[in-house]
């Protein structure tokens, strides 16, 4: 899922709603990650236009 070779030399700190930690935490868990690994792939998956939602699946499907 996450690539292990990327270069992390930024810290960011971010204040997020509990509930969405929590969901993120149990998704993570579920996958056998940390979750800010996660955080992290979801982040650059989204920054590099590799984050694709559901209506955009859909629509490409057609």
Excluded: C, W
Aim: hydrophobic share 35%; glycine share 2%; aromatic share 4%.
């Amino acid at each position: 899922m996450v690539e292990a070779s990327r270069n992390k030399d930024v810290r960011v700190n971010l204040r997020l709603n509990p509930e969405d930690v929590s969901k993120i935490r149990d998704k993570a868990a579920h996958e056998g990650i940390p979750y800010q690994t996660l955080i992290a792939s979801i982040l650059h998956k989204y920054a590099t236009d590799q984050f694709l939602d559901e209506k955009t699946v859909h629509r490409r499907r057609r």
